[in-house]
């Protein structure tokens, strides 16, 4: 029965890994990549993913269709909270001020953090009304492309 269970999980992350890479974020697996990318100068988001069925079945569409807008963040990266665990400690140093939420977006300005989508904000929530939350932060923050 534990076999079967890891199998599915295993399947689980697997899937929520690719819908995040195939919407074009780049997957940060370790705090030095982390470290990298997130110290790039520009506007980062960061979407930070989870197993979580509730929030994570909204946050990841939105983070899919969020970026299909005039004005957006210069890069789109992801950590995934329980699996790769020390990538995700390192990211949430730069989310001053912000308890840990999975799955939650981050949005950085020059390494700094300017705006953050919590998963409070994310669960029971429609995955519109997220992308038009990140959206207006797109607007106040990174510039039309």
Known sequence: MNMNFNFFMNDVVHTARQEIVAAGYAELKTPEEVEQALEKKGTTLVMVNSVCGC???IARPAAAHSVHYDTRPDQLVTVFAGQDKEATAKAREYFTGKAPSSPSFALLKDGELVAMVERHEIE??????????????????????
Request: with cysteine; glycine share 12%; aromatic share 12%.
């Open 55 to 57: 929030a994570g079945g």
């Open 124 to 145: 029971g929530h429609d995955p519109m009304q997220v992308i038009q939350k990140l959206q207006n932060y797109f607007d106040q923050f990174c510039e039309e492309i």
